[in-house]
């Protein structure tokens, strides 16, 4: 998707976006809506549900799809993306949105406007759009609560997102300031300035390093790890200040992880330094050394990994302060349950969205089908998510053994070179595979091509298709 059409924004009538909205809702806990649901949900005033649904297929907003067991509704990106901005534009945040300026693996980022003209940056949260057509094929992904998690995946991306940049704007660290957010859309300050993967020459590369060291250890001593400290998630300003983007993957520095994290961000900076502006320091932060706690801001935005018991600690610490003595035995005794226990109060919903995060993250990494029987450390086992309520995972909590390192993508594609070339299998027996694979592939991409149907007629169509077929086929039983 290029430029959004807003003009249609303005086209659409109040019944549309009610109808877009009952679709919306009905995705909740259905993958397709039936209409009658949808008429329900909406219940508009005059009827002519089936009316708006058409035209909102027409404008792309929606699309009607064959399912197993029945056909119906989905809403689309484009559709999700208009709920969004028609509530951000309502809100009088935003007024105008213009070009994409940059694409993330996981997001799209495009400047907006408010009324006076004020430029900003909308960021558009697309969680699990590499993987999500992969996993929609498999459908366990919905558990009990058969909902399109591609929408509460990308929405729960962009509240972590604004949550850590309010947080950290907040305490007056170098971040875009966060404006506005809904459903899975971010709309922050524009920075002018480049990311630091494009700036070819520095002032003073010692006082820009200096700078971000500083800034991993402020961070720590707050609580918080970035996690992906490079240069593509910083932007630098004309003064060659520095100010970090992209923030849903930061850890707590209570997780267990924690110096691992630390550490890579440090080895980053120092690598590209080294590499890109020939600067090389033997000074660098130490995680064990370095960090002091000043802050809790891993507690309050519930970054992943914290630990729940350290949490009931300062809790418990705070209550002693306010109770005395008395309070504080009371507390100990309450901690029993919480041990080790991450985010132990999350809400389901949140509970189940880490999961399939952790499950997503698996496949497209790894290329694990079943997570179950992947081996972690030699004993520790990722179970199904399906049985493991309690636990609460995140991608931030993988074992560092599980996160794929950069090292790893080139120890990884080295082995793939040698497995090439000291294959032992027969070049007839490799092309009746690969004429395999791309039969599969060919067949897969059928059967996605047959979901989408161009509308309910068609359903219909089908369906006499069907009961004509079968009427040919017990054409005559009566003579036998
Ligand atoms: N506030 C901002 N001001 C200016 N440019 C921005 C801003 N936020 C993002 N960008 C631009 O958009 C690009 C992608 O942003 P961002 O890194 O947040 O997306 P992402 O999907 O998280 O990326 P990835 O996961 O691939 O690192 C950035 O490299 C930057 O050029």
Known sequence: M?????????????????????????????????????????????????KHLQELCKQKLLSYERGRKYDGYRLTNLGYDYL????????????????????????DIYLAADEEGKEMVLKIHRLG?????????????????????????????????????????????????????????????????????????????ELLYGKLMDLIVSLANAGLIHGDFNEFNIILTEDEE???????????TTHADAEFYFDRDVQCVREYFRKRFAFESDTYPKFHEDVERQDNLDIDTEASGFMKNIRDQIQGAIEISEEGIAGATDDSGDDTDGDDEECGDAPADEREENRYLQRSIMERFLGVDDISTVEVDGDRKLQPPATDEDS?????????????????????????????????????????????????????????????VKGESSAVTRSRRDNRDVVKQYAGWEEF
């Open 2 to 50: 290029g430029r959004f059409n807003l003009v249609m924004l303005r086209y659409l009538t109040r019944d549309d976006f009610r109808v877009l909205t009952a679709v919306e809702m009905g995705m909740k806990n259905h993958e397709l809506v039936p209409a009658s649901l949808v008429a329900v949900i909406a219940r508009l005033k005059h009827g002519g549900c089936h």
């Open 129 to 205: 759009r590499t993987s999500f057509r992969k996993i929609k094929e498999k459908r366990d992904y919905h558990l009990h609560r058969k909902s399109s998690s591609w929408l509460y995946l990308s929405r729960l991306a962009a509240v972590k997102e604004f949550a850590f940049m309010k947080a950290l704007h907040e305490r007056d660290f170098p971040v875009p300031k966060p404006i506005a957010f809904n459903r899975h859309c971010v709309i922050m300050e524009l920075i002018q300035g480049q990311t630091m993967c494009n700036v070819r020459e520095l002032n003073d590369p």
């Open 84 to 107: 969004a901005l028609k509530t951000l534009s309502s809100q009088d945040i935003v007024n105008s949105v213009g070009n994409k300026i940059g694409v993330g693996k996981e997001s």
């Open 242 to 252: 520095p100010i970090i983007i992209d923030f849903p993957q930061m850890v707590s």
């Open 392 to 452: 609460v995972t995140s991608p931030a909590d993988f074992p560092a053994s599980v996160m794929p390192q950069r090292e790893d993508v080139a120890v990884n594609r080295h082995l793939a070179q040698s497995i090439a070339t000291s294959c032992t299998i027969s070049p007839e027996d490799i092309r009746a595979r690969t004429k395999k694979q791309l039969q599969q592939k060919k067949n897969r991409d059928a059967y996605k091509k047959s979901l989408v």
